[in-house]
């Protein structure tokens, strides 16, 4: 009865402050609102435009709230289940973060800052994720779903005030791990984990090129591993892995030239390798699809080399591989106005192919 009269005069007070006219807003603005047992929330904000919402429902959820110097801070933390934790940190201009967790033992923190125009969006589904983000100086934007057991993903990024950075990573099982880090501007990654045990590492800074970076990463099944490192814009890689203990590195840079890399394995224990390099107006362009067992192959691409200012030059490079032990070697060194092409396929059992171009 007096839970129900306390909920009484909360609903009528409210009704009587809406009645009221318009006030001018409060400089800052927090609500707090716990059911259960063993909950905590700390809210700190200073100078004003700062609002926060904190929500929990359940035994030993804990959040911490800190927003200052803001042209605009807005921080939202909801929390359902047990021993939950979550920390937010803004400072300075315009940042915007919300974190949802459901679920036991999960863990989210959020620092922003001196954004342009940062946003963070973080959720948590089920037992003991993680979920870690850093952003600052500038436009960046940073999307983190994570549903299962024991998934962990971070994302920094940074100086996004030279053209958005934006970052979107999901994970869907047991154990996957995420860590992404963009700088300069004009990134953009997506990540997709399904299953038990994969691993994606994207990094993506310095852009100089007008494009930018694009990374795009999607893995299913078990202990999947994919790194890609891109630097100096008008990158691009796509990796796409199915099935268990497959591994793909990509690594490009470009000042002014075009790399663009593509990798799709699917079986058991392949292993791809791409390494490109674009001097000035080169481009090179990578394919290699792999299924099977235990296939390699490896592509390393330059673009214009050697002294002085050069133009054009190019490399196409394309690699299919598919049975048991197969293996290929690619490496192709363009000079100015020069194209390389080189197609190698293999289907069977321990076929082996080198080529070698300049």
Not at 92 to 99: E, L, R, W
Not at 194 to 222: L, Y
Not at 239 to 248: C, H, I, K, W
Request: no cysteine; net charge negative; aromatic share 8%.
């Amino acid at each position: 009865m007096k839970t129900i009269g306390a909920l009484a005069i909360l609903l009528a007070s409210t009704s009587l402050a809406l009645a009221q006219p318009p006030s001018t807003p409060a400089d800052n603005e927090s609500f707090i609102g716990q059911m259960g047992a063993f909950n905590g929330a700390f809210v700190s904000q200073d100078t004003g435009n700062n609002q926060a919402l904190t929500l929990q429902n359940g035994v030993g959820n804990f959040a911490v709230t800190n927003q200052d110097k803001a042209k605009s801070n807005t921080s939202d933390i909801l929390q359902f289940g047990a021993g939950n934790f979550a920390v937010a940190d803004q400072k300075g201009k315009t940042n915007d973060q919300s974190t949802l967790q459901f679920g036991t033992l999960n863990f989210a923190s959020t620092r922003q800052r001196d954004g342009g125009q940062n946003n963070s969006t973080i959720g948590q589904f089920g037992f003991g994720n993680a979920a870690f983000v850093d952003q600052s100086k500038g436009d960046n934007s940073q999307d983190t779903l994570q549903v299962g057991g024991l998934n962990f993903a971070s994302t920094t990024q940074t100086n996004g005030s030279h053209g958005s950075n934006s970052s979107d990573t999901m994970q869907f099982g047991w154990g996957n791990g995420a860590v992404v880090g963009q700088d300069g501007g004009r990134n953009d990654q997506t990540t997709l984990q399904v299953g038990v045990g994969n691993f994606a590492a994207t990094s993506q800074w310095g852009v100089i090129g007008s494009n930018g970076n694009a990374s795009s990463t999607t893995q299913f099944g078990w202990e999947n591993v994919s790194f890609a490192s891109q630097a100096g814009g008008n990158n691009s890689q796509d990796t796409f892995q199915a099935g268990g203990r497959n591994f793909a590195a990509t690594s490009q840079s470009s000042f002014f030239g075009v790399n663009k890399a593509s990798t799709a394995q699917f079986g058991i224990g392949n292993t791809a390798l791409t390494a490109q390099i674009a001097n000035p107006l080169g481009s090179n362009d990578s394919l290699i699809v792999q299924a099977g067992y235990h296939n390699t192959a490896i592509a390393s691409q330059s673009g214009v080399q050697g002294g002085g200012f050069q133009l054009g030059g190019s490399n196409l490079q394309g690699t299919v591989q598919i049975g048991t032990g197969n293996y290929a070697l690619t490496s192709q060194t363009s000079s100015s106005s020069v194209t390389n092409t080189s197609v190698t396929a293999q289907f069977g059992y321990r076929n082996v192919a080198v080529t070698v171009q300049h």
